[in-house]
């Protein structure tokens, strides 16, 4: 599990279903991130009204970090659970990345 996962709304009134639901699908990204990583893992989420033109839109951002490094992830949408949906595919795709990067420098180690 994710050591501690910060979830901060900006114009935007975090309820405790949203937390819950964010929490969950965050929560279940440690399973892309190596076992030695996985105890130093914090996630710091933001979640954020746009106020557009045409119409209010909100924006999900998460920042993950990783030992050696930040990732980050953040996308806009008209519906704040499809944004958080969206970020965490992001996340998953840059942590298998990472993975395999730390996999292939143990392995070039040996």
């Not at 935007?12 to 399973?31: A, F, P």
């Not at 030695?36 to 557009?52: F, G, P, T, W």
């Not at 998460?62 to 958080?84: F, G, R």
Request: hydrophobic share 40%; aromatic share 4%; charged share 30%.
């Amino acid at each position: 599990m994710i050591a501690s996962i910060d979830i901060t709304g900006i114009q935007y009134n975090v309820s405790e279903k949203m937390q819950k639901y964010v929490t969950d699908r965050v929560g279940k990204l440690d399973r892309y991130v190596p076992a030695h990583a996985r105890k130093s893992l914090v996630a710091d989420v933001k979640l954020r009204q746009v106020n557009r033109d045409h119409g209010n839109k909100y924006e999900a951002e998460i920042i993950l970090k990783v030992p050696e490094k930040t990732i980050i992830a953040k996308d806009t949408t008209m519906n704040m659970h499809a944004a958080v949906d969206i970020v965490e595919a992001k996340l998953i795709a840059q942590l298998r990345k990472y993975k395999d990067s730390i996999t292939a420098r143990k392995l070039a180690a040996q």
